[in-house]
Each structure stands twice: as C-alpha cells, then as structure tokens.
C-alpha cells in the first residue's frame, strides 16, 4: 500500500497499517473511534473478490459498518453486530460467521451526536446537510441515517466467478433496486478525499429497510420528512493488508 499523504490538521490519531491474522486472535476491544478495514477498495476494484477474514474475525473489529463478500456477493450491510447480505435478487439475508470479505469497514458504533431533519430532501441535499454538522470533512466519520424516504435507489451485483474482472466491469450490469417509500437506515461513512482508493472518499451508504426486505449500496435517496442523522467520529485508521497469506 502507498504512503498516505495527510493534511497538517488532521486529527487521525493513528493509521496502522498491518498484515495478516494478527488482530482476529485478539479478544481485548477495538479502540471504540477507530475505523477498521480488510484490503483497500482500490485492491477490491482490480478483481481482488476473495475473502480474506470471515464475519467472526470483522465483527471483532466493530459492530457497525458496509462491505462485501467473497466472490463479489452482495451487499454488505454491519449493524448493530449483526452482518445483512443484499444479494444480486435484492432481498437481505443474515450471514454466519465463517463467510469471508475481501473488503469491509467497520467500527464499533459509539456516536456523539444526533441530528433531526424535518424537510424532505434529496440524497445530495442530505449530504450537504450532513457536512455542515460535520467539524471537518478532512475527518473520517461513520454515519447512521434513519427514517422515511419517499424514494430509494439501490443496487447489488451477481456473483463474480474467477478469472475476475474489474469492479467497473462488474458494474456495467448492475441491478438497480427501486425500494420505492420505505422505512430504512443508511449505514455508512463519509470520508475525506487523501482515504480515496484505500477506502471512498465521500459518502458511502448501504441501506437495510426495517423490514428486512430490501437494501443495498444507495444509488440515490428522497428522504421523506423527518429523519435522524448520527455521527460517530473516526480518528485512528487500521488498514489490514492480509499480507503474508
Ligand atoms: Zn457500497
């Protein structure tokens, strides 16, 4: 992995960047403000689609977060300790313990604050929104978003078979979900433009509908009137290679 160059006034604590199995033989907690996450979105977009740590090993890591599965299968949803799988037929599925990931993020969920929203507001009007409660989008946050969208556009993806293609070819066909007015959360993190290819800059959602029918990445979003937004501030950054497997 490259060197990541850092704003002067950044508040990371700390970035570890590791190999290999080390952490999931730990028992003792995660730092409850530190963003984990297995390989790099940018390893993850050149066809790396096989698992490197199973669900077990990520939880250890935190209770809330997104990613996704060995093979490229599905949508990764991690709340509140439990992993939802949104598969290429769109409908959300609790997964056991010994499925892997070649990338996920997760931390343990531990927010500082809450926002109410009370006017109806596109996804790109939320993001803003967000941003001007945020300290700094030189900082990396994990988001929770919850309430009624009058719209909700998602997507997954089929399960990849080797020889593996890029993510972007994968993306090409993928399927779009249109959850319609539904109530959901959005889990998920808005990170600063310097964790680009490590991780997304940005914002990142995956949704999981309270009734457990329907999720995915978010494509797009209406919100429809009053919504709760928490944040969970992120200062340290632990990047697990998985390299001497
Ligand atoms: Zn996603």
């Not at 790099?40 to 790396?48: N, W």
């Not at 803003?128 to 969208?149: H, M, Q, T, W």
Request: glycine share 8%; proline share 6%.
């Amino acid at each position: 992995m490259k060197a990541l160059t850092r704003p002067g006034a950044l508040a990371l604590a700390l970035m570890t960047i590791i190999g290999g199995c080390t952490v999931s033989s730990e028992s003792s907690d995660p730092p409850a403000e530190e963003m984990y996450q297995i390989s790099t979105l940018s390893a993850l977009a050149a066809g790396g689609y096989d698992g490197l740590i199973d669900m077990d090993e990520l939880l250890d890591q935190g209770d809330f977060g997104l990613g996704t599965f060995d093979h490229l299968d599905g949508e990764m949803i991690v709340y509140d300790g439990v992993v939802y799988r949104v598969p290429a037929n769109g409908v959300p599925e609790e997964v056991d313990g010994d499925v892997t990931t070649p990338f996920a993020a997760v931390t343990p969920w531990d927010p500082e604050r809450e926002h109410e929203f009370s006017d109806p507001l596109s996804c790109s009007d939320l993001e803003a929104a967000i941003d001007g409660l945020l300290d700094s989008v030189d900082e990396p946050y994990a988001l929770k978003v919850e309430g009624r969208f009058t719209s909700l556009t998602t997507r997954s993806e089929e399960r990849q078979e080797p020889p593996y293609i890029p993510l972007a070819d994968v993306l090409e066909n993928q399927i779009v979900f249109d959850l319609g007015e539904v109530d959901a959360i959005l889990v998920g993190f808005r990170l600063p433009d310097y964790m680009a290819n490590s991780n997304a800059a940005g914002f990142h959602f995956h949704a999981l509908a309270d009734d457990n029918a329907s999720g995915g990445h978010v494509l797009d979003c209406q919100t429809a009137g009053e919504i709760s937004v928490e944040i969970d501030e992120i200062d340290s950054w632990q990047v697990d290679l998985h390299s001497d497997d």
